[in-house]
């Protein structure tokens, strides 16, 4: 499977022990950039037998270029327009793991569309600053190591994730971001101390748990 294939691909895994709700047609992946929502979301969709689809690396098939590129020559601005139309297009879709870029839920648009999607759950990655720094440093050194394949080749983080350019504008970022994941997903997974497959298991345990969800 291509993690970050733009266009759904059939996942090519046997059908999961723990499928999600019936009611469930579509699991979004929400968190900061680092958080692992492409890596956990490939294998998830796997399990599941569903498709995948990576949004950053969807906007870059609907637009034939690169992410960072549409940061250094339209700005944030233009990329947070096409973010969403990408965004409304990809929940036209069902039986789909969606791993949003880490910006998505900031736009209210977004989160309106997230929230107003019938059979849509959003469950968030969360771990500290200083980890999703570190993985990301890690990926850019080795791209091969995520699964952020729209990644440039031996990229510095800024240069494949722009908004990671001035580390201390980052953690400020993710600092003002935290509340909103929180408030838009149905749950909260901490993935500081789990693999990928522990982080599937946990999520798809928490889709199926009898307690309420908590809404924050
Ligand atoms: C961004 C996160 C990136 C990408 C873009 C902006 C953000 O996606 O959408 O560089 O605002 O946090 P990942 O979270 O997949 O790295």
């Given amino acids: 499977m291509n993690a970050t294939s733009a266009e759904p691909s059939p996942a090519t895994e046997t059908a999961p022990p723990m499928p999600p709700p019936a009611h469930l047609r579509r699991l979004v ?50 990329f947070r327009q096409l973010e969403s139309q990408a965004l409304a297009s990809a929940l036209g879709r069902s039986r789909i793991v969606l791993a949003l870029g880490g910006g998505a839920p900031e736009v209210l648009t977004n989160r309106l569309l997230l929230e107003q999607t019938p059979g849509t759950a959003t469950i968030f990655l969360d771990a500290p600053f200083p980890t999703l720094f ?28 722009p908004l990671l350019a001035d580390p201390a504008a980052a953690e400020t970022r993710f600092l003002a971001r935290q509340p909103i994941y929180r408030r838009l997903a149905r749950h909260t997974i901490d993935t500081a101390s789990l693999t990928t497959e522990e982080t599937v298991d946990a999520l798809l345990a928490r889709l199926n748990s009898p307690t309420p969800a908590r809404r924050r």
């Avoid at 870059?60 to 270029?65: A, D, H, I, K, P």
């Fill in 134 to 161: 570190d993985r990301c440093m890690m990926q850019a050194l080795n791209p091969a190591s995520g699964s952020a394949e729209h990644m440039l080749p031996n990229a510095l983080p800024g240069q494949a994730r």
């Fill in 29 to 78: 992946l929400t968190g900061f950039m680092g958080a692992g929502k492409t890596t956990v979301g490939c294998l998830l969709a796997a399990r599941l037998g569903w498709d995948f689809l990576d949004l950053d690396a969807y906007i870059e098939s609907r637009t034939g270029l690169t992410v960072p590129s549409i940061f250094a020559t339209h700005g944030e601005p233009r």
